[in-house]
């Protein structure tokens, strides 16, 4: 009996010491862009987009175990091993892609902070150079780390998003139904909707940051099904989150019929609904969110493009060092703040067309990554099983589809 | 008459190669280099052989007959005729699309890892040589096709796109192609970096190829590596080797250090380890892995030189140049009893400036500062700020000298902390 708890406590240890990529990513993912994302998609189609987290929710675990198999496996990031396998052209493309498209994430990341600080009276002029200047303070100085562990365990708040939900009293019979039987229509409206939500949910630039991350933390494969837990902790975490912010803008902003552009906009519309508490919890979760991201989004990025280039990388070097690598970051930041700063910034098509590059490069990456990881070459006896394949091909297939689809329906009307 | 061309790897690959009558004969995919570059008088690898595709098929052949012309700028393949290279030729050369370009290998003056965007060779007479390699912000221009056009616009601002060579006698490749069938390749230039530097590199290397890498270096230089490594790496290097190659490594190093490592490790390796090693060093690494991890015991070193106090200077001398001790146990010598009691120190300088016949008793500082190997290691920083000491006596409870903590065995620990506390 004794023995048997002992054993339960060691596996725990286990656990939590090997615990981190997976939940991390999961947080991150709720960013600014997620956040508002999930709630104008709410606002406008109530329950009836919901559905779409549960396909996601599949392909981003499939996806995620894959990045952290390789990541095992070859003790290589993904950067390193599309360089070293698919040429400088293919990698060309992917990281300039991902450069423009992680400049306008952390330009959406800054409108949230700039958003949800306004819901507390605080002006954008002010609060987005203070955090911007915090945040490249905090990393390059070297206190990532702790940074990081901070806003891990803050990224818990994001739960409160439970308790706005709650509390603009969804009709969880309604949200059933709609799960199982979606009222949709099927318009250029609603595709680009579901290919935001789906492109919020698994960004590319999260496959790098996840794969980076099992190595930094030196993860062997006798640890694999603790790291699969992890996986699938961040996962749940990352979908329910999603879920309980759809909830709460559907049961409120969508029976009342008000129209959202920003995140911004629904902690502000959830006021006269749901009450000054409901608002002010919806604004600091945004906050958080939007933080942790604007953190480690410029970060990652150039981390990544330097590692694809063969710049030399990383916080631990010096300036001299690395200056690739820190003109990158601090350009990145520089310019997402500075976008903001903008009086009258073009900011709904600037997500609009992150989103658009996003959901573009994630096809090229999945691609990229199931070829990676089915060349035997590189992962041995770590290839892929058939069933990681259906679905990684089916989530190609399916984004693929979407995206021309929603080409062909522009195109005729 | 001797001619002289100069060409990238990646303006040939991918071209067509035509024979004397302009035929085409297939593209070219792929060119072989001598594995050993040393093999040449020059000291860069010759080009033995080209990979060409055609209508579907791979062919391997002689280099010999080929040549590359430069033509308006633009470079041609050019066969004068065709011999096929025999299936041992091709093995003993190393491939430079496959195992070189975009991959890393060593820059040995910048002691670490660099990525390869081009190959620049030479023809001279009727040899080419690979001579050096391209890790600038050109190569990578030129790799995606837009080299001449940025250069122009570059030129009419009056300043050039940063380009940057290395030679080849200045890099190590790691063929990362023949990683699966470990055909050996000697990495005698990585002689030349220290344990630290090569360690680092390892440690950015993935995983094959790190221990790859680590197999090829002798005993010696592998043991001071792996000293130098993290925990997480020390633990993949040790599982890759096979139990004899990792028990010879591990028998070069410190026993002190050999328990930290085999600390990480798992307890049935731990012990098929154990049984590999030479007795004594495992019998020393036993004890220290019977100390829990917060003791000092657990970190000390065990290798220390104690005395006699009546022993003379001389014969103290003498002793030394017989065991040939590791500086560091050469540094700090300790006096003993009968019962193997700690009772004094002396150092390497109060026996240098002594004359031989004088005994140690006269030379020696009595009542040491000495640590219990009992005591938490949270307490040694204390002891080595308090007594300016590089090393410390470890004792058991009955006084009796068990080893000694260095300043490098506790530093790295002080600085972690230092560093999570930030």
Known sequence: MFKNRKSFFQRLGIFLAILGPGIITGSVDNDAGGITTYSVAAAIYGYNLIWTLIPSFIVLIVIQEMNARMGIVTGKGLADLIRENAGVKVTFFIFIGLLIADLGNTTTEFAGVAGSMEVFGVSKYISVPVVGFLIWFLVVKGTYKIAERIFLLFSVSLLMYVVSAIMGKPH?????????????????????????????????????????SVIEKGLKMKQY????????VGCVATVVVAFFIMVACASTLHENGVQINEAKDAALALKPLAGDFASQIFAFGLFIASIFSATILPLATAFYVCEAFGFEAGIDKKWDEAKEFYVLYTGILIIGAAIILIPNAPLVSISLWTQVINGMLLPVVLVCMILLVNNKKIMGQYVNKPINNIIGWGAIVVLIGLSAALLVLQLFQ | MTSITTFYLSRVIGQKAYDSRNKCIGIVKDLLVDRDSSAHSSGHPVVNGIKIKHDKLIAFYSFQNFHIEKINGKTKVICDQLTELSPENISNNMYLVEAVLDNQIVDLNGRKLVRVNDVRLVTITNDTFAVAVDIGIEGLLRRIGIAKPMKFAFSIFGSAIPSKFILWEDVETIDYSNL????????????????????????????????????????????????????????????????????????????????DILDALGDEKVELLLNEMEKDTSQEVRELLDYPNHEVGSIMSTEVMSFNRHKTVEDVLAELRAKKPEAESLYNLFVINKKDVLIATFSLRDLVISAPEMTIDKIMKPSPVRLYDDQEVDEIAEFISKYNMLAIPVVDRNEVLQGMVVIDDVIDDLMNKRRMNK
């Not at chain 1, 229509?185 to 949910?201: L, P, Y």
């Not at chain 2, 002689?191 to 680092?200: C, E």
């Not at chain 2, 995983?207 to 993949?236: C, G, I, N, P, Y």
């Open chain 2, 180 to 259: 699966n069938i470990k055909l050996s390749k000697s990495y005698a230039k990585l002689q030349t970096l220290h344990p630290s530097d090569l360690a680092d590199i390892i440690e950015d290397l993935g995983r094959k190829a790190s221990a790859e890498l680590f197999s090829a270096l002798d005993e010696e230089q592998a043991a001071d590596v792996l000293e130098e490594l993290e925990v997480e790496t020390q633990v993949h290097i040790i599982e890759s080797l096979s139990i004899e190659k990792a028990a010879d490594v591990l028998d070069l190093m410190p026993a002190d250090e050999v328990a």
């Open chain 1, 172 to 212: 969880w019979g309604e949200i059933g139904t709609s799960i199982i039987h979606p009222q949709l229509e099927i318009n250029t409206k609603s595709i680009s909707m579901i290919i935001g939500i789906i492109g919020t949910t698994i960004a590319p630039w999260m496959q790098f940051y996840m794969q980076s």
């Open chain 1, 225 to 232: 099904k603790y790291t699969l837990i992890d996986i699938v």
